[in-house]
């Protein structure tokens, strides 16, 4: 596999582990690899010119690789990292945190020396929602955005969750995209941010479930019958007006109320304590399913299982993707998939990308799940192509041979 990216700066110290690593991204169709044997040399560099992609050792003299991410966020240096060390896998997993907290899009740590396929795993990344490219994009103008929600060009994509034992679809997430008349689709993260800054959070969950709502009643009348999960913000978790609105939006639809789940970052509820615990109850009283999402991310985590009548967990990406070479994250999988089982809730990993993340967490135990490796998200029709394919690819393949009566 080619990857699009124009060039490479790798930061090492090692003359011999820089020229493997320029080897490695040259075989990856990087096509220019230059070298840095030092974080000031790395630093004077990336100032003059900034390369597509960094692969960052930690140890080396002068500047460390935390120093030089420290430098790099408070000069807006901001370029996807590769974090390298040949130090345990807990000291490696600190550090991508830390360069994600300063701002900085890291798109995971590997150890030395480096291999090609785990390379390869991670710069993928760069092409996933979040990944580098779009948080880079400029804010869309406060004016453009409050005109794209009056007129109805916020739409819904939806990305399939499935099984990890066989494939079976057994819901979808639905992600806002902005539909622009002119510009074509839009990323979330461009306006976003300004609907949450806007007050607007709440406007914008009712949106995406109104359309939810219809595009369910079209797929059942074809044969579909299809959990939708929607996403709540930390901001709607205030007063009566959301859950209010949503109750009157359920009956009306007459969608049964089993097939709606409303998503919860642990975030959101670690900021508003009891009124997130009121919706929440409110929403499962009301027969609706509540995930808790991004799991694995915050510091009160398994507190909140316990406050919450949750009925389903989705394990964060960067958790996912990050588990299968590093034993202590692997610890913290298998308490997250073996608590949820416990306590009855259904599990999706979120952001599987390989094939080692699938075999990885399913290996595990854990139920379903959504990532690129599945299907990225789709407008209303391509999520039902898709669903329509992958159902004749069902039906056209061989059963397996009966077995053999017994002589």
């Known amino acids: 596999m080619q990857l699009e990216i124009?060039?490479?700066?790798?930061?090492?110290?090692s003359a011999l582990q820089r020229q493997h690593a320029c080897q490695l991204c040259a075989g990856l169709g990087i096509g220019q690899q230059r070298q840095a044997a030092d974080g000031e040399q790395a630093l004077e560099m990336m100032r003059e010119r900034l390369p597509a992609l960094v692969l960052l050792d930690l140890e080396m003299p002068k500047l460390d690789g935390v120093q030089v991410m420290q430098q790099m966020a408070r000069e807006g240096l901001s370029v996807p990292i590769v974090v390298t060390s040949g130090k345990d896998y807990l000291l490696i997993t600190t550090v991508e945190l830390m360069g994600r907290e300063l701002g900085l899009p890291v798109l995971g740590g590997l150890k030395k020396p480096?291999?090609?396929?785990?390379?390869?795993?991670?710069?993928?990344?760069?092409?996933a929602p979040g990944g580098g490219q779009d948080g880079a994009d400029a804010l869309c103008n406060?004016?453009?955005?409050?005109?794209?929600?009056?007129?109805?060009?916020?739409?819904?994509?939806?990305?399939?969750?499935?099984?990890?034992?066989?494939?079976?679809?057994?819901?979808?997430?639905?992600?806002?995209?902005?539909?622009?008349p002119e510009l074509g689709i839009i990323p979330p993260s461009r306006f976003i941010p300004v609907i949450e800054a806007s007050g607007w959070a709440t406007e914008l969950t009712l949106c995406m479930l109104e359309q939810g709502l219809?595009?369910?009643?079209?797929?059942?009348?074809?044969?579909?019958?299809?959990?939708?999960?929607?996403?709540?913000?930390?901001?709607?978790?205030?007063?009566?007006?959301?859950?209010?609105e949503i109750e009157q939006r359920i009956r009306d639809s007459r969608v049964p109320p089993r097939y709606i789940i409303f998503e919860i970052t642990e975030t959101a509820i670690a900021d508003n304590l009891a009124e997130a615990i009121g919706i929440a109850?409110?929403?499962?009283?009301?027969?609706?399913?509540?995930?808790?999402?991004?799991?694995?991310?915050?510091?009160?985590?398994?507190?909140?299982?316990?406050?919450?009548?949750f009925t389903e967990l989705k394990i964060d990406?960067?958790?996912?993707?990050?588990?299968?070479?590093?034993?202590?994250?692997?610890?913290?999988?298998?308490s997250i998939i073996e608590l949820a089982r416990?306590?009855?809730?259904?599990?999706?990993?979120?952001?599987?990308?390989?094939?080692?993340?699938?075999?990885f967490v399913g290996?595990?135990?854990?139920?379903?799940?959504?990532?690129?490796?599945?299907?990225?998200?789709?407008?209303?029709?391509?999520?039902?192509?898709?669903?329509?394919?992958?159902?004749?690819?069902?039906k056209s393949a061989p059963e397996p041979a009966a077995p053999k009566a017994d002589d």
Not at 295 to 305: M, V, Y
Request: proline share 3%.
């Open 342 to 359: 416990r306590l009855q809730l259904s599990t999706v990993a979120e952001g599987i990308e390989t094939n080692t993340d699938l075999d």
């Open 214 to 244: 219809t595009q369910w009643q079209e797929w059942a009348r074809r044969g579909l019958r299809l959990p939708l999960s929607v996403n709540l913000s930390a901001l709607s978790l205030k007063g009566e007006v959301l859950i209010n």
């Open 114 to 127: 480096l291999h090609s396929q785990a390379l390869l795993d991670l710069l993928k990344r760069l092409r």
């Open 281 to 309: 109850a409110r929403l499962r009283l009301g027969g609706l399913g509540l995930s808790i999402d991004d799991f694995g991310t915050g510091f009160a985590t398994f507190q909140q299982l316990m406050r919450f009548p």
């Open 363 to 394: 290996h595990r135990g854990c139920l379903m799940g959504q990532g690129y490796y599945f299907a990225k998200p789709m407008a209303s029709d391509q999520f039902e192509s898709w669903v329509k394919e992958r159902m004749q690819a069902r």
């Open 142 to 180: 406060e004016q453009d955005v409050r005109l794209a929600l009056d007129q109805k060009q916020l739409i819904p994509y939806y990305q399939p969750k499935v099984t990890l034992d066989g494939g079976l679809l057994k819901g979808a997430e639905m992600l806002a995209r902005w539909r622009h």
């Open 6 to 13: 124009a060039d490479v700066l790798v930061v090492e110290d």
């Open 317 to 334: 990406q960067s958790l996912v993707t990050s588990v299968a070479d590093k034993p202590h994250l692997e610890a913290v999988l298998n």
